[in-house]
């Protein structure tokens, strides 16, 4: 009745868990409450060890890294891309030995309150490539860990060979690494049916009126 508990900052009052009259002081397990200011919302992902490297490698310092980030988009548990954009705020300087990555603290902008406290989503970071071959990931196969794509020789015989693709990728295409050169012709579809030595005809499609 004469105790006034202020919070420290402004924000939303979680749950209260206790009724007006118990006893509480600053050593209980449960807190009074929780208190979240939501108009600004960290969202926190991680990066492998071997991507901070590559990007120390390529800007110099983590300060740099920082700074050179692109804009990150957020997906939503449902599915749907958060409308703001976020940007990297922090990259921890400590490696999780349990899984080999690196904790990366981004910031978005919540005026319109659409992001809560605790919830779960997928941190999108643009990637750009220049100069590199885009295969479909259909005309490709995977054969104990090893992902194979069949040349089309001048002969129309097709022939397996070995791909060396980027990990990251969108769900649709690889990146190749190795395996393939500029000017190679590859089958695109039904991998699953052929084998080395066979000959197929190549099609042709019709130009486009």
Do not use: W
């Amino acid at each position: 009745s004469y105790t006034e508990v202020k919070s420290p900052s402004n924000g939303v009052v979680g749950t209260l868990p206790y009724r007006e009259g118990a006893l509480v002081s600053a050593s209980m397990a449960i807190p009074l409450t929780s208190v979240s200011d939501n108009s600004e919302v960290y969202v926190y992902f991680s990066i492998t060890e071997k991507r901070v490297h590559s990007l120390l490698r390529q800007y110099g310092s983590h300060d740099e890294v920082i700074r050179q980030m692109p804009p990150v988009r957020l997906q939503l548990n449902d599915g749907s891309l958060y409308d703001g954009q976020g940007h990297v705020e922090s990259i921890s300087g400590i490696i999780n030995r349990k899984t080999g990555t690196v904790s990366v603290r981004s910031i978005f902008d919540n005026t319109n309150r659409t992001l809560l406290s605790g919830g779960i989503g997928n941190v999108i970071i643009p990637h750009r490539e220049d100069s590199v071959i885009v295969i479909p990931q259909t005309a490709t196969t995977e054969l104990q860990n090893k992902i194979l794509a069949y040349k089309v020789a001048e002969d129309g015989c097709v022939h397996s060979c070995e791909l060396t693709v980027e990990k990251l990728n969108d769900g649709k295409d690889y990146i190749v690494r190795s395996g393939l050169v500029v000017g190679d012709v590859i089958v695109t579809e039904g991998t699953g049916l052929l084998q080395d030595g066979i000959q197929i005809d190549i099609r042709k499609d019709e130009p486009s009126k």
